[in-house]
């Protein structure tokens, strides 16, 4: 058996389990951790997009019964973050591995900041609304989320911001194989205003488009080693289903921002290793 | 009682309850097999892994384009043609992707 998959699932198992526990994506701190460990950027990025790509699929079922996810607003976003994508893993190959570092340093920097940054409440919830079902609006960027026993209408606006934003997830992930929620997320909810709940679910949809994109690239580019991915994959869904038991039993907020520490550590010495 | 409440508990109802069972059950299913795919790979190694490995890589890619393929056609039967056309363009750029590679 060979070690370097059994070493990446376990790798995978943990990232993806602070990433579920902490609100980011497990992505965000393997691919660096990968790099920190001695790992070219280039080879990272396919298991951090096959992560990417199992927490979505492993989240989807659940989100997509609670209706939590807006499909025409993800669909709309994904005309960006895909083009950006697949521009990104394209030009993955031409581009320095030291602009890659870099980019993954500011990527867990990035998501470090967000994971320790508070968050409040934007959109109320309306009371005439209470016996209406969690969905999106047919023909809109709009729709309504429960949000415990209330339901919470809402509207997306400002599309013309959310989607630049989406583009340059997408080039991220695709460049170096961190999923790019830490900037979809905060865009739709901070920009598009989008509600938290609804804004997390909906990336969560769109990241797995990201990441087959760029998997896809990268599997015509002869970058893609199948036993390493199955060990991101199976270590993803396992860290991720562990998360979720987890989560009732850990305070949250302590768990986020120990993972935002950790985040900002990593991207200190992935930024000095590069 | 009122039009839209549950006989049994005489509370409102989601008249739409039910209409994400069929893609929920696809996910759920498609999931458990990539994971047991993926696992399973590990543990065989080179060879008989490897092939498995390509086929949880091969559902993890597909997964996400189905659903958007899925979204399509059913947003262009219901007259929601601006949204079909983006789900269609999503999968177009996923393509030029593929070809430009």
């Given amino acids: 058996m060979n070690a370097a998959p059994l070493l990446i699932a376990a790798l995978a198992t943990a990232a993806a389990l602070l990433g579920s526990l902490g609100g980011i994506?497990?992505?965000?701190?393997?691919?660096?951790?990968?790099?920190?460990?001695?790992?070219?950027?280039?080879?990272?990025?396919?298991?951090?997009?096959?992560?990417?790509?199992?927490?979505?699929?492993?989240?989807?079922?659940?989100?997509?019964?609670?209706?939590?996810?807006?499909?025409?607003?993800?669909?709309?976003?994904?005309?960006?973050?895909?083009?950006?994508?697949?521009?990104?893993?394209?030009?993955?190959?031409?581009?320095?591995?030291?602009?890659?570092?870099?980019?993954?340093?500011?990527?867990?920097?990035?998501?470090?900041?967000?994971?320790?940054?508070?968050?409040?409440?934007?959109?109320?919830?309306?009371?005439?609304?209470?016996?209406?079902?969690?969905?999106?609006?047919?023909?809109?960027?709009?729709?309504?989320?429960?949000?415990?026993?209330?339901?919470?209408?809402?509207?997306?606006?400002?599309?013309?911001?959310?989607?630049?934003?989406?583009?340059?997830?997408?080039?991220?992930?695709?460049?170096?194989?961190?999923?790019?929620?830490?900037?979809?997320?905060?865009?739709?909810?901070?920009?598009?205003?989008?509600?938290?709940?609804?804004?997390?679910?909906?990336?969560?949809?769109?990241?797995?488009?990201?990441?087959?994109?760029?998997?896809?690239?990268?599997?015509?580019?002869?970058?893609?080693?199948?036993?390493?991915?199955?060990?991101a994959i199976a270590g993803a869904v396992m860290g991720g289903w562990l998360g979720a038991r987890l989560q009732q039993s850990l305070a949250p907020t302590a768990v986020r921002r120990a993972t935002g520490v950790l985040l900002l550590i990593v991207a200190v010495v992935v930024a000095v290793r590069a | 009682m009122t039009p839209g409440s549950s006989p049994e508990e005489g509370g409102p109802r989601d008249p739409k309850a039910g209409r994400f069972d069929r893609p929920v059950t696809a996910l759920r299913a498609t999931t458990g097999a990539v994971a047991a795919a993926a696992l399973a790979a590990l543990f065989l190694g080179d060879g008989p892994g490897d092939r498995l490995a390509w086929l949880a890589i091969g559902l993890l890619v597909a997964a996400p384009l189905v659903r958007v393929g899925w979204l399509a056609i059913r947003w262009s039967r219901r007259g929601d043609r601006r949204f079909s056309l983006a789900a269609c363009g999503v999968l177009v750029i996923v393509a030029a992707g593929v070809l430009l590679a």
Avoid: C
């Avoid at chain 1, 965000?28 to 396919?46: D, K, N, Q, R």
């Avoid at chain 1, 996810?69 to 669909?75: E, F, Q």
């Avoid at chain 1, 190959?93 to 602009?99: A, G, I, T």
């Fill in chain 1, 25 to 231: 994506g497990g992505a965000t701190l393997l691919v660096p951790v990968l790099v920190a460990m001695g790992a070219e950027p280039t080879a990272a990025a396919p298991i951090g997009l096959a992560t990417v790509a199992a927490g979505s699929l492993a989240a989807s079922s659940r989100q997509l019964a609670e209706g939590t996810v807006h499909h025409r607003l993800g669909v709309t976003v994904e005309l960006a973050a895909a083009a950006g994508a697949v521009t990104g893993a394209l030009l993955s190959l031409d581009v320095s591995e030291r602009l890659i570092a870099w980019v993954l340093a500011a990527a867990a920097a990035i998501g470090g900041v967000a994971a320790l940054a508070r968050r409040g409440v934007r959109n109320p919830p309306l009371g005439i609304l209470h016996a209406e079902p969690a969905g999106e609006w047919p023909g809109t960027l709009g729709g309504q989320y429960r949000n415990g026993e209330e339901i919470v209408p809402y509207q997306a606006t400002h599309l013309e911001r959310g989607l630049p934003a989406a583009l340059l997830a997408g080039v991220v992930a695709g460049l170096s194989g961190v999923g790019g929620g830490f900037l979809k997320t905060p865009a739709m909810s901070e920009l598009m205003n989008v509600p938290v709940k609804v804004a997390a679910a909906t990336t969560t949809f769109t990241l797995g488009i990201t990441a087959a994109a760029g998997l896809l690239v990268y599997a015509v580019q002869g970058r893609i080693e199948p036993l390493e991915l199955a060990g």
